[in-house]
């Protein structure tokens, strides 16, 4: 068996259309929510679906654009947790919105450090202070979204608000990958 190591310059405009790609469906996905969040309907229970089984798919992207790098078992666990969240969030819909932002908190908290080691090993490519920020901020979220659950009112704006900054912090990672150095 051969692994095959990409350069980091053969990653980035990989990484640089993934990134747009994720700020694109995060920006959508946070106005479809927002304009739904009112109630826990069949639109907002499928996009709180949706939303964790997308990272997945970009998750197994960026793993299979990068090779045998060293993120790669860390993207896998963010595959892992987050077919892990949309399960969860299938079932938390049942219970609620506190339930949803319980879900949702803890799989934003695992995946926010998944996000800030694979941005910290990535870090020498370039564009990755915006992964690394994001994954801190995602932590930071997810204990928010957790405490949220426990009060009266918990909304699902919330969520739409954490998607629309991840979205811009890929958009931003984005832009910096194209002025990254090419080797």
Do not use: E
């Amino acid at each position: 068996m051969t692994t095959r190591t990409v350069p980091a310059a053969g990653i980035a405009p990989s990484l640089r259309r993934l990134y747009f790609a994720r700020f694109a469906f995060a920006l959508v996905w946070a106005g479809l929510l927002f304009a739904t969040a009112s109630s826990l309907g069949p639109v907002s229970v499928a996009l709180l679906v949706l939303y964790p089984l997308f990272d997945v798919v970009a998750a197994v992207v960026d793993a299979r654009t990068s090779g045998a790098g060293q993120p790669v078992p860390a993207l896998y666990v963010n595959v892992a947790i987050s077919l892990l969240a949309a399960a969860g969030l299938a079932f938390a819909v049942s219970s609620g919105i506190p339930g949803v932002l319980r879900v949702w908190g803890s799989w934003a908290i695992v995946a926010g450090a998944v996000q800030l080691a694979v941005g910290i090993a990535r870090r020498a490519m370039g564009g990755q202070w915006p992964m690394i920020l994001s994954g801190g901020i995602s932590v930071l979220a997810g204990t928010s979204f957790i405490l949220q659950a426990t009060k009266d009112g918990a909304s699902l704006t919330t969520l739409a608000g954490y998607a629309t900054l991840g979205g811009v912090f890929f958009l931003v990672s984005a832009l910096r990958l194209g002025r990254a150095p090419k080797n």
